[in-house]
């Protein structure tokens, strides 16, 4: 699992060089529906049309929310959906493997190994470049910090309500950047990623809310 995360890391971040941040993320993204279909084929999860309506719904709607435009090309699109295929796996192997385990634990040494082989693998193929500025520093050191909290609280959600309703609430993720960069980065959102990010959390409270109806 630890080399999974290092995989799924590296992959997403490489994507970011060929490709726009906003279709890197879009293209990560995939992954709630993916993870959907994984644990409805392994016989996991109960996938509804519901749910497929709406995963499907909130990914369009990010679409908008992130704004995207700019050149891209087919490297990046690939890195991209390799990082969504990885994370995929990672979701499914750790609901089919650790469920119901102690998700606090489990995360501690899946970060550890992680880490540790990502490093083997920067250091034997990229170089160890560290930033000069003490904001740089800061950065780097606090990005870590918040990655690892939000792994932890991710798996801790997988324990308690399963792959397919924990995928979905992740669409929260991309928004949360969005409204962070308006509150600290001033950036500006225009009314199309608005009425994006509308139809996200809409789609999410829909799949949460609204109840099937007894057959």
Do not use: D, K, W
């Given at each position: 699992m630890g080399g999974l995360l290092a995989?799924?890391?590296y992959l997403l971040i490489s994507a970011?060089?060929?490709?726009?941040v906003a279709l890197a993320v879009l293209t990560f993204y995939l992954y709630p529906i993916l993870t959907s279909l994984g644990s409805w084929v392994m016989g996991q999860e109960r996938l509804t049309l519901k749910i497929?309506?709406?995963?499907?719904?909130a990914f369009v709607g990010l679409g908008f929310a992130l704004n995207l435009g700019g050149e891209f090309n087919s490297l990046g699109i690939s890195l991209a959906t390799g990082a969504a295929i990885v994370f995929t796996i990672l979701l499914l192997?750790?609901?089919r493997f650790v469920g119901?385990?102690?998700?606090?634990?489990i995360s501690l040494h899946m970060l550890s190994s992680g880490t540790f082989l990502f490093l083997i693998f920067v250091l034997i193929f990229e170089g160890f470049p560290l930033p000069q500025s003490s904001k740089g520093i800061i950065?780097?050191?606090g990005s870590g910090v918040f990655f690892?909290?939000?792994?932890?609280g991710m798996f801790v959600g997988l324990a308690k309500i399963g792959a397919i309703r924990t995928s979905l609430f992740m669409?929260?993720?991309?928004?949360?950047?969005?409204a962070l960069g308006v509150i600290l980065l001033d950036q500006v959102l225009t009314p199309l990623q608005l009425a994006g990010a509308g139809v996200v959390i809409a789609s999410i409270a829909v799949a949460e809310l609204v109840k099937e109806p007894k057959v």
């Open positions: 995989t799924y890391s970011i060089e060929h490709i726009p497929v309506a709406c995963l499907i719904t192997v750790n609901q119901g385990q102690e998700s606090r634990t950065a780097y050191i690892s909290f939000a792994i932890i669409n929260f993720e991309p928004i949360s950047s969005i």
